[in-house]
């Protein structure tokens, strides 16, 4: 069972910053990938940023040139760095880590956090 705790949101005006942690309770070189998904309220839940095991990066076009995902090994932390933000990035961000075990992929989900961007 992996536990995922985020920190990191709050409120910002539009061009602002902030910077989302992740921590894992299990070394992150046991989870195959992690990444952040958001929710704004009456929108389904997307796929923001993702990193795997070996480095690779995935992102969702409205945030390429923005938003940057990393992870630091040591502390079982992934991060995502949130730059140039605008009002539309409103919304709970969500840390999730998937498991592969054989053909079984298994997904965790922190609790989110609140991200709010102002005009």
């Known amino acids: 069972q992996v536990q995922l705790v985020e920190s990191g949101g709050g409120l910002v005006q539009a061009g602002g910053s902030l910077r989302l942690s992740c921590g894992s309770s299990?070394?992150?070189?046991?989870?195959?990938?992690m990444g952040w998904y958001r929710q704004a309220p009456g929108k389904q839940r997307e796929l923001v940023a993702a990193?795997?095991?070996?480095?690779?990066?995935n992102y969702a076009d409205s945030v390429k040139g923005r938003f940057t995902i990393s992870r630091d090994n040591a502390k079982n932390t992934v991060y995502l760095q949130m730059n140039s933000l605008k009002p539309e990035d409103t919304a709970v961000y969500f840390c999730n880590a998937w498991v592969l075990a054989g053909t079984t992929t298994t997904g965790y989900w922190g609790q989110g956090t609140q991200v709010t961007v102002s005009s």
């Open positions: 990193i795997t095991t070996i480095g690779s990066t």
């Open positions: 299990e070394s992150i070189f046991s989870i195959n990938g």
